[in-house]
């Protein structure tokens, strides 16, 4: 079988690390790596294939940023003549940015098989872009890997047969755990010059929390009042660096020493602080999971999550975007922090592996 697998955005890169290895593995399937360069900054996307030992991309589609039409429909014309060309049987694609629709739709409509891995998750909530790219690709998917169980019950509300759903885990947490032993020699404390367990880490880049100037403002203001209590480390995606500029808000955190901003990392030092983190405070979904693994508490800035099985057997809260309950969280865990989680089902570092085996069996 000749599988493509699409790569694209950031947290692609660490789900598509384990299934290239798994796919090696496998007579019979020939995979093919494509990036759509949907990410293109070094740190956003180069440093994560080189501390993955991600293969080179057979191609890179180098289509940048742009609106979500613009970045879509892009895509989607490079793409095509990819598929038609090298006779793929199959497109893979993961998670649920623009890349991951945009492939799945060209495939569907060559007639070639679809896979979606992190498939079923869902926010139920339509104002964020990427739940629009979930239930699109899971409609036009003919195999849906399912992380947690809420997709698979997910899934069969919205009428998928049953045949098509496989429940295997996370392969986000395979790379987790692969790396976890390289992350921890990472010098990235010593060099911020912190103690394990004595700071905060923020990340924050969705439209719905930095795309509304005062949202971002009060949100800045409360890790003003953390960064007294503790650091606070905040490497800043572009997309957020871009609107604090914007919003004129760059000053603020200029009478905050100890809210520290810092240009996104990579792979192996993000890994390593969010281990030794006293709270992750987030509105990312990988982070989520990570976090409920490491077992660091995790304030999650937004209504709504597709993963609630960090709630219920991780150590997530949803707190929202408003300051005075984001503070009062924070001070929660400050007096009480949280009690050790369990491991969800099948979060166990062999998720690519069942993947590769479904899919080595898999005919149309
Ligand atoms: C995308 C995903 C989001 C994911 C996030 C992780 C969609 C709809 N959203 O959001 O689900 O959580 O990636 O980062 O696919 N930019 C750079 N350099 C880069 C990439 C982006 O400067 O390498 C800047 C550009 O100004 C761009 C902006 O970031 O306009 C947004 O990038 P884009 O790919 O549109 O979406 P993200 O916000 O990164």
Redesign the pocket.
């Known amino acids: 079988m000749r599988l493509i697998n699409v790569c694209g955005?950031?947290?692609n890169f660490m789900k598509i690390a384990p299934l290239m290895r798994a796919f090696e593995g496998v007579p019979g399937i020939e995979p093919i790596l494509v990036h759509t360069g949907?990410?293109?900054?070094r740190q956003?996307?180069r440093l994560f294939f080189e501390e993955l030992r991600i293969p080179e991309p057979d191609i890179n589609l180098e289509v940048g940023?742009g609106s979500?039409a613009q970045?879509t429909g892009l895509i989607m014309q490079r793409f095509e003549p990819v598929v038609a060309e090298s006779k793929a049987d199959a497109v893979l694609v993961v998670g649920?940015?623009?890349?991951t629709i945009a492939c799945a739709l060209v495939a569907a409509k060559l007639g070639v098989g679809v896979f979606h891995v992190e498939a079923g998750l869902r926010s139920f909530d339509r104002t964020m872009?990427?739940e629009i790219?979930r239930v699109l690709t899971d409609a036009i998917s003919d195999l849906l890997f399912v992380s947690e169980p809420s997709g698979i019950e997910n899934l069969r509300k919205e009428g998928v047969a049953d045949g098509k759903v496989h429940f295997v885990g996370n392969v986000m947490i395979d790379t987790l755990e692969r790396s976890r032993e390289q992350a921890e020699r990472s010098a990235i404390l010593e060099d911020l010059s912190l103690s394990a367990g004595g700071y905060a880490v923020v990340t924050m880049?969705?439209p719905a929390s930095v795309d509304r100037p005062d949202v971002l403002r009060g949100l800045i203001e409360a890790f003003g009042e953390i960064q007294r209590d503790m650091p606070v480390i905040f490497p800043i995606?572009?997309?957020t660096r871009?609107q604090m500029a914007e919003a004129g808000l760059d000053g603020m955190t200029a009478g905050m020493p100890r809210l520290r901003l810092l240009d996104p990392l990579g792979y192996l030092d993000f890994l390593k602080l969010t281990a030794h983190a006293a709270v992750v405070m987030t509105d990312?979904?990988g982070i989520q999971e990570e976090t409920t693994i490491l077992g660091v508490p995790c304030l999650t800035l937004r209504e709504n999550t597709e993963r609630p099985v960090t709630l219920t057997q991780g150590t997530n809260r949803l707190v929202g975007m408003d300051p005075v309950r984001l503070l009062e969280a924070y001070r929660g865990i400050r007096n009480h922090p949280p009690k050790a989680c369990h491991r969800p089902d099948k979060w166990d570092g062999q998720a690519a592996q069942r993947i590769a085996g479904i899919i080595a069996d898999w005919r149309r």
Request: proline share 11%; aromatic share 4%.
């Open positions: 955005a950031r947290p949907q990410h293109y900054d956003m996307s940023s979500h970045q649920d940015v623009n890349s872009p990427e790219n880049h969705r995606h572009p997309r871009k990312s979904g």
